[in-house]
């Protein structure tokens, strides 16, 4: 599991951009602390990597998002899939 700036790190780009992501309804968080650190895990990477994939090819934030559907919550974690 990695906070938000460990993740941003490993990516090469801003936490300002991972916040974005969330915000948009594209990206969110494994669980949050009770101090409210996000944490992510091998799920959030992948969906963080197809996010960035989308990007690369110029494609807009607001263009990705219908591409993204969450299918449910539990407790403060959503599970997410990807659209056909």
């Not at 974005?20 to 992510?40: D, I, Q, V």
Request: glycine share 6%.
């Amino acid at each position: 599991m990695l906070t938000v700036t460990q993740l941003a790190r490993r990516y090469d780009i801003s936490r300002t951009v991972i916040l974005y992501y969330e915000r948009e309804g594209l990206f969110m968080p494994h669980f949050r602390s009770a101090n409210g650190y996000r944490w992510y895990g091998i799920d959030e990477f992948k969906r963080l990597e197809a996010i960035m994939a989308y990007r690369a090819f110029g494609i807009p934030v607001s263009s990705i998002a219908p591409h993204f559907l969450t299918v449910k919550t539990i407790g403060n974690k959503s599970a997410f899939c990807m659209t056909s």
